[in-house]
């Protein structure tokens, strides 16, 4: 039987398994119909697996039952687990046990004969579809899985019953527990009383407010417990997970080791405190100060009185070197015999 019905698909190319040669013809001449590219049709499972590792098509047509020490079901899980093509099953096979045991395969899908020319096209389709997803889905999880495995910080996740699903192998450098601790471990565990109660608040918040978009994300630091009893302040990021219906489907985020942050921000602080009183103790020094005509000496705030030296080096940086000008030594010593032997020389 000759088919003529026209179709907008791709030139996709598919390998056709199936033991009776005059429903191969017909299934060849539907799907050539469909502009699909047929790569060769086999009749045993056996010469199927060297076709689709030789041929790579981008769908194998499977019947279950077919020539070789092989079944269909064996064939296509191999096919899809060894060689990544999707497989859908063609077959007259209805009876409960037999689709329990293809759909354990987790095939592409599933013709039943006698078929209908019109019911290769969309699931043909969405076979390929669904492949192509799905392997885009894995090679996002694997750059995603890279990226977590070699973060230095914790990366984490929760799904929609708020469970924890995924920890990120830094968890052990950061907090001393292995990945299967991390999951046993309750956050009341996990986190100090306080912090406990802020990470529960601000994690309810998301879950309860997914449809607002500036509720998808949230910053806040908390104090995490180490296995051997340390606190570690931490800085928590978690983002809202929603499927393309804006349905809440998990959160994820990173828990980042904020110590060495802290310790510089308070060597900041303190360095600050430091100019702040050195510019104040000059400023002391301007204005008006109270100096004895006669002794020098200087009157500070509280009404004590310093010699100039003492309140210059209390309220200033500078350091005195004491001597005598020459008018001071010719007036102490100028009568000495010692003195005006030096000075005569």
């Known amino acids: 039987m000759k088919y003529k019905i026209l179709g907008d698909a791709m030139k996709k190319s598919i390998l056709i398994v199936e033991d009776e040669l ?8 539907i799907l050539e119909s469909y502009d699909y590219s047929i790569l060769s049709i086999v ?6 697996l060297e076709k689709a590792e030789k041929l790579k098509p981008d769908l194998v047509l499977m019947d279950i039952v077919i020539d070789g ?8 899980n191999e096919i899809m687990t060894q060689l990544d093509i999707p497989v859908v099953y063609v077959t007259s096979h209805t009876d409960e046990k037999m689709i329990l045991k293809a759909k354990g395969t987790n095939p592409y899908g599933y013709i039943v004969k006698p078929f209908i020319a019109m019911e290769f096209k969309p699931s043909i389709e969405m076979a390929i579809s669904k492949h192509n997803y799905e392997k885009k889905l894995k090679e996002s999880e694997l750059k995603y899985r890279l990226i977590a495995e070699n973060s230095i910080d914790i990366i984490w996740s929760l799904n ?3 469970e924890k699903n995924y920890v990120s192998p830094s968890v052990y450098n950061i907090l001393g527990y292995n990945e299967q601790e991390w999951y046993d471990l309750s956050f009341d565990k996990i986190f100090t009383k306080t912090s406990h109660k802020k990470y529960s608040k601000l994690i309810n918040k998301i879950f309860n407010n997914a449809q607002e978009p500036k509720e998808h994300k949230l910053c806040f630091e908390a104090e995490i417990i180490h296995k051997k009893g340390l606190i570690i302040p931490v800085e928590i990021q978690a983002t809202a997970l929603t499927d393309n219906a804006g349905m809440l489907i ?7 080791d904020i110590t060495e942050r802290i310790k510089s921000e308070k060597k900041q602080k303190e360095l600050i405190s430091k100019l702040h009183k050195a510019i104040d103790e000059i400023k002391s020094l301007k204005g008006i100060i ?7 000496k200087i009157r500070d705030d509280s009404g004590y009185w310093h010699q100039v030296e003492e309140y210059i080096s209390n309220h200033s940086e500078a350091e005195f070197t004491h001597g005598l000008c020459p008018e001071c030594t010719i007036k102490l010593y100028g009568k000495e015999p010692w003195f005006k032997a030096i000075d005569s020389k």
Do not use: D, F
Request: glycine residues 10%; charged residues 25%.
């Open 43 to 48: 009749t045993s499972g056996e010469e199927a």
């Open 160 to 162: 929609k019953k708020m």
């Open 22 to 29: 005059i429903i191969a013809e017909e299934i060849k001449s």
């Open 290 to 296: 109270p100096i004895c005509a006669n002794c020098k």
């Open 250 to 256: 998990g959160v994820q985020g990173n828990i980042s």
């Open 69 to 76: 020490n092989l079944t269909g079901i064996e064939i296509a």
